[in-house]
Structure formats: structure tokens, C-alpha cells
């Protein structure tokens, strides 16, 4: 059984793969999970969710809602993440 990742690996997880997408593409928290987890990734949402709103907080990601910037603690319901400021439309 593989080791469940702790907080570090998760924000690490979430980084690498918001950089490789790419500027101004966002990532699902599901594609974190799965990649930290083959099975029971399911369970890893709720971590990948707390670290994804400390990054948030920290400047480090931004939580899209319907495509849009939401404030780190209005993060619930259906959310993408992406590295911040690359957005492909901003002036």
C-alpha cells in the first residue's frame, strides 16, 4: 500500500502540474489526487483542497470558479487552480 502523501508532496503535486499546463490553463483537483494516488484518490480531495487554499493564500495559485478568480475561502463546489496571473485575457 502506497504511504499517504502529506501536505508538503500535495502543494508540490499541485505546483508541478499548474507549471507544466502551462499559462493561463488550470488544473482539476482530481488530477492531483489520481497522480499522488492509483487508488482511493478520492480521499486525497479534501487535503488537496486545504493545501490548494494555503497556496492560495500565500499568492502561489489561484482557485477559478466557472473560470473566474474566487477568494481561497469561498473554495467550495466544482474549482479548477492555476499558477496566478496568467490569465490569457488579462490586459
Do not use: F, Y
Request: net charge positive.
Amino acid at each position: 500500500m502506497t504511504p499517504r502523501p502529506d501536505r508538503d508532496a500535495i502543494k508540490a503535486e499541485i505546483l508541478r502540474q499548474t507549471t507544466a499546463c502551462g499559462p493561463g490553463r488550470s488544473i482539476s483537483p482530481s488530477d492531483v489526487a489520481r497522480a499522488l494516488a492509483e487508488e482511493g484518490w478520492q480521499s486525497l480531495l479534501g487535503p488537496i483542497r486545504q493545501a490548494a487554499m494555503a497556496l492560495a493564500q500565500e499568492g502561489q495559485l489561484e482557485v477559478l470558479r466557472k473560470g473566474k478568480p474566487v477568494a481561497p475561502e469561498a473554495l467550495h463546489g466544482v474549482v479548477r487552480l492555476r499558477l496566478p496571473g496568467t490569465n490569457p485575457t488579462a490586459d
